[in-house]
């Protein structure tokens, strides 16, 4: 068993080496390599959780396995695995879908097929070619898989934080996988600086996360005589938490309130919440595969799941962590969602949307939602991970008809982009799989009621919220807040998953390439329709006990299953009575927001007739005045620009002011030192010379010395002023201590 | 052999430096593999060392001064030859006969003028630096640390580039140095005047002048002077840059990765245990300057154009965790009791990241070479898009220089994650600055290392000379790194790499090291 759990993430990681050492010279085997080991590690996976669901009381006796211990001092760190209740169903769904991602990016990657002639290192490869770097990919997603296999694993902050980190590698190196790639748009940002800027700014989240779990582990060592180190369970201990809520701190009033706000930092730049989401929108450079993995199902939704997984130490800071959480969730779910509204490429919609459902998860914490934002997660995971793939194959579809064009000799419309839903269309004559598995991602982020697994998830967080309004006392104000946002942002979810469908789906071909898309290669639509079943059906899991009829049928096994692992944790996951009104709500902005978008989009022969018209809701908007409004959400609120004009103009400047400060003074006064004393020194041999001819001795010294050093300088200049002055204090010193 | 080992592997370069003085100048190749075979001597010896040690004394749970051997040598002044090892020299000695022996093997394809000389003066100086780690005679410390000096002052002034001002960069080194070495030898004079012999173990007993807080600070500034512009900290620290400039490849590992070391030794082997009270009352100028080493040496890092002077500059902004480390454990003496574990984590932090910064400072100066060697040029605005060109040396790279930001799973994050576990909670607000520089370091590393070289498109306008090293021609396209050039760096890479997923055994002997420390002090 423990060797079963040590091989989840080693296999994969095997991947890896296995593919950098030996195989990377073969693409068909480095591929293969990646996703038959891939599969291995999650047939471990689900042998595990199997394995757990049939031992009883399993919320008790987690498997545990030691890795080991890092001595500090006289006590020591200990590190290790667990599979509790939580990692068992974060093992459910990450093999799973990363086995579905390596295998559609078989055929994304074009194994098997020839190497372009005029394909160069660090550009896509033209359509129907072999990507030139392709073993490099799976060598990267491969480490990726370790990485948020270990994460889930990972018993202690330290080694989360490790996997945390080398996720993060992986993510660079993937956006920045086409590291050549240059746009005519000298404006638009390349993969490479995409990749930059999505390291330095989660880097940023990070550093505050570190900051604070040393003050954690810090605390946590005195409260326990140096025997708590970073592990889950002994933080965990009521005595260290309410030691740690005694403990009073300048800032935030306790330790606990501090160190949950610092390490919720390290969530907020992971998972792209406000106001570090910047990154994610610009990560979509990388390969459609990489952003279904790590830019929707997996890494950025890791930012959650260590919220999750540091939940009691979120409850101990009570009110101030609380609401900070819930704050930061639910506006970043609405400003993200009014964001993603405005944007025409495919996959930005998609990543804005990303960002505006982690923040449900937040905010569903927040209000102390545990069961719910876990639900919401792995629900998530899967459509978004779909929906991502199926966007994928919507591009190389489009970009097939692009090289066709190209092939009959004909140029394509200005300004082409094959992520562009402006350019799209009509494509689902062209890709019916596609559009199929699409539609089921797009209900199922929408919320479409009862028969998605996106509407089961969400609506559960919003009776919660409901519920916290009606029965909380100190949280009501911001289960008000949190509900208002989420409905709001609801009905945009759907408002603007429809717009996407309609721009790239329905009506006609906009442009030739979209006239000339065809259907993907079956390794790409036959992941995508295993995991459009997944975000159907898999909402039934988690169907609320009281929910009329399908309650009592279903049973609720998720919140059985967290629930307890909550107890045990001292979290309250109660079962609520059923309540209609959050339901209401939940199906009307779903279905309103689908509806209206279908008035302004859908409608055949109007909504979007040529790729150069203007949005049927900008022009709308212009109309009552708000064209300014709908140009601030297309140019996402200006905070890339209002960040390069403060916090990196500022740090460049900084670094500048540095080096000029280091070089002018700081050397400056090194070489001043050095220049008096060469003067010292012609002075002394001036002196010597001229006046101390009868001392023969003494002058003897001075003047081998001196000469010594004009010797020296004639080469350059010197810095024997400190000599000088320093021989001249300490002899002053000796002489000092001979006479005390 | 116990208490032979550690004269053997000090002295056999020495042996060999002067053998290689008596052959002919024309037979290069002769001097170079033989100094290359005799330092393995050295590095096999320091190896078995190592594992010696963690056998007979770390895995049965006791550490202390081992292999020592202490002859008269100067009766009139009571000084004698004094050498020994503990947890905190025996990995130290090894790094030192590792880069040493690398430096060889690497040297012997590159250097091409006045290769005796050269080989000569690298002999002499390894000597120099193994003698600081073993030495416990002041005398005998001071003879090496100065030893140590001469040799990188030649391999400065003659190897180094022309136009990157070796006769001045190397007199800048040579009496920056020297004037800290005056110092010291003040102060090594004051506590002989105390304690009555040069010994270092004894002083470290007596600790002098423990009730005159003024002679002690005035002698703890004394060494302090001297280790801090050896370290450098700020602001002692522009020397480096220019020495690292102008030095031969060869010659900037060293400085990276053991000179730099010798500083940091020197505090925790001489002015931690020997003035606890000084050292605690100036605690927080040292976190200060710690701190302010880190920060600002990354933020001046953004702004460099030359790779080489960037990499020198990263050393200011990673030494400044060792001078954090160290002071935050000084500043903990104030309540050992409550900071104990603390402060032991501070100082291991500051030892692994000594190690740590050897090996990875010191494969980024190979790289360094690599690419100098090539494009004759270190400016960063001149490259781009290498990866697709040279694979190998990017994925090298790549290593290093996550290890260098602190990547988690690579080396350089452990001895970041406990010295700043040590310092969050000695000296909170000092480690809450010094974050920023996790940051910048990422900003420096990424943006103006990976992304000028590697990324982007190769233009081959900017550089159209490259010299391909397999027979010295002119091509206009990079070649990739030769098999020299792979075996110097794997052996640095698998550290990395081995110490960053499993820190265990390294901490093994700087954790006993810094439990002793803590305990006499």
Known sequence: MELLIVLIPLLPFLGFVGITLFTKHNKRLSAGLAIALMAASWIASWIVIFRAFATEHFEKHPFHVPLFAIPTGKSVLELG???????????????????????????????????????????????????????????YISLFATGMLGLVLSDNLVTLFVFWEVMGLCSYLLIGFWFARKYDDPKRITPKQAGLKAFLTTRIGDTIMLAGMMLLYASAAVLTDNQAGL??????????????????????????????????????????????????????EGPTPVSA???????????????????????????????????????????????????????????????????????????GAYVAATFHLLTHAFFKALLFLSSGSVIHGMEHGEHHVHHEGHHEVHGFDANDMRFMGGLRHKQPWTFIAFVAGGLALSGFPIVTAGFWSKDEILAEAWYGLTHGDKGAGLALFVFILLVL????????????????????????????????????????????????????????????????????????????????????????????????????????????????????????????????????????????????????????????????????????????????????????????GVGVARAAAEFDVV???????????????????LRLIQTGRVQTYLLVAMMTVFMLLALFMFYL | MDSWILTLITFIPLVAAVIVLFMKKEQEDLIKRFSLLVSLVPLALSIWLAVDYYQRYLATGVGGMAY?????????????????????????????????????????????????????????????????????????????????????????????????????????????????????????????????????????????????????SLAFWAFMLAFMIKVPSFPFHTWLPDAHTAAPTAGSVILAGVLLKLGAYGILRIVLPIFPTAFQAWAMVIVALGVIGIVYGAFVCVAQTDLKRLIAYSSVSHMGYVMLGIGAAAAGLANVGRYGDSMAMAINGATLQMFNHGIITGGLF?????????????????????????????????????ASLGLPGLAGFWAEFFTFRGAFDIVTVWAAIGVIGVVMTAAYILWRIIQSVFLGEYDPHKIDH?????????????TDMLAFEKVTMWPLVAFMVFLGLYPVPLLAFFNTAAVEIIQRL
């Not at chain 1, 093999?95 to 660090?122: K, T």
């Not at chain 1, 965990?236 to 938490?241: D, G, H, M, R, S």
């Not at chain 1, 603007?496 to 906009?510: A, C, D, V």
């Not at chain 1, 003047?703 to 050093?709: R, T, Y």
């Open chain 2, 366 to 402: 190979f790289l360094v070479g690599v690419i100098y060697e090539r494009a004759h040029t270190r400016d960063l605005d001149k490259f781009g898009g290498l990866s697709a060109k040279t694979p190998y040396f990017y994925a090298i790279m790549m290593v290093t220089a996550f």
């Open chain 1, 293 to 367: 993995l790590i830019h929707a199902a997996t890494m950025v939704s890791a930012g959650v799941y260590l919220i999750i997984r540091m939940f009691p130490l979120m409850l101990a800071g009570v009110q101030p962590a609380l609401t900070f959480l819930g704050f930061i969730g639910a506006f970043t779910a609405l400003f993200a969602a009014v964001i993603a509204v405005a944007q025409n490429d495919i996959k930005r919609v998609l990543a804005y949307s990303t960002i505006s459902q982690l923040g449900y998860m937040f905010a569903a914490l927040g209000i």
């Open chain 2, 466 to 478: 490259w010299t391909d090293l397999t027979d010295y021609s002119e091509k206009h396209e990079p």
């Open chain 2, 68 to 216: 020592e051997l202490k002859v008269p040598w100067i009766p009139q002044l009571n000084s004698s030859y004094h050498v020994g090892a503990d947890g905190l020299s025996v990995p130290l000695i090894f790094l030192t006969t590792l880069l040493s022996t690398l430096s060889f093997y690497y040297s012997g394809r590159t250097i091409k003028r006045r290769v005796k000389d050269f080989f000569f003066l690298f002999l002499l100086l390894e000597t120099g630096m193994l003698g600081v780690f073993v030495a416990l005679d002041f005398v005998l410390f001071y003879v090496f640390w100065e030893i140590g000096l001469v040799p990188m002052y030649f391999l400065i002034g003659i190897w180094g580039q022309p136009k990157d001002r070796p006769l001045y960069s190397a007199i800048k080194f040579f009496l920056y140095t020297l004037v800290g070495s005056v110092a010291m030898l003040l102060a090594i004079l004051a506590i002989y005047f105390q304690v009555g012999s040069f010994d270092i173990l004894e002083a470290a007993r007596q600790q002098p002048f423990a009730n005159n807080l003024t002679i002690a």
């Open chain 1, 489 to 676: 942002a609801a009905f945009l979810t759907a408002f603007y998953t429809w717009r996407q469908i309609s721009m790239t789906f329905l009506g006609k071909p906009r442009t030739e390439s979209a006239a000339h898309a065809h259907e993907s290669s079956w390794s790409m639509v036959a992941p995508l329709l295993i995991l459009a079943v997944f975000a159907i059906f898999g909402g039934f899991i988690g169907v609320p006990e009281n929910f009329p009829v399908l309650g009592p049928l279903l049973n609720n096994p998720f919140h059985h299953w967290i629930g307890h692992f909550a107890e045990t944790l001292k979290i309250k996951a109660e079962v609520h009575p059923f309540n209609p009104i959050p339901l209401l709500f939940s199906v009307v902005v779903a279905l309103g927001g689908l509806g209206v978008s279908h008035l302004i989009y859908g409608r055949a022969g109007k909504g979007w007739q040529t790729h150069d018209q203007l949005d049927p809701l900008e022009a709308a908007m212009q109309r009552v005045g708000l064209g300014w409004l709908y140009e601030a959400m297309r140019r996402k609120f200006y905070f890339d620009e209002l960040y390069a004009a403060t916090v990196v103009a500022f740090g460049k400047g900084l670094a500048k002011a540095a080096a000029w400060f280091d070089r002018t003074v700081v050397d400056g006064i090194v070489n001043g030192v050095g220049r008096m």
């Open chain 1, 81 to 139: 695995f667990v599979v509790d209740n939580l990692t068992a169903a974060m093992l459910f769904m990450v093999p799973f879908v990363c086995l579905m991602i390596f295998w559609y990016s078989w055929g994304y990657m074009g194994i098997g097929l020839p190497a372009g002639e005029h394909d160069r290192r660090g550009w896509p490869a033209e359509s129907g070619h072999v990507d030139p770097l392709a073993s490099r990919f799976f060598a």
């Open chain 1, 231 to 284: 592990t889950f369970s002994k933080l965990f201990e009521p005595q260290v938490l309410e030691g740690l809520q005694r403990m009073s701190v300048p800032v935030f009033g306790s330790m606990a309130t501090l160190t949950a706000i610092l390490i919720f930092w390290g969530s907020i730049g992971k998972s792209s919440q406000w106001p570090l989401h910047v990154w994610l929108p610009d990560a979509m």
């Open chain 1, 691 to 709: 006046v101390v001819d009868g001392l023969v001795n003494a002058t003897a010294v001075v003047a081998g010395w001196a000469g010594g050093l």
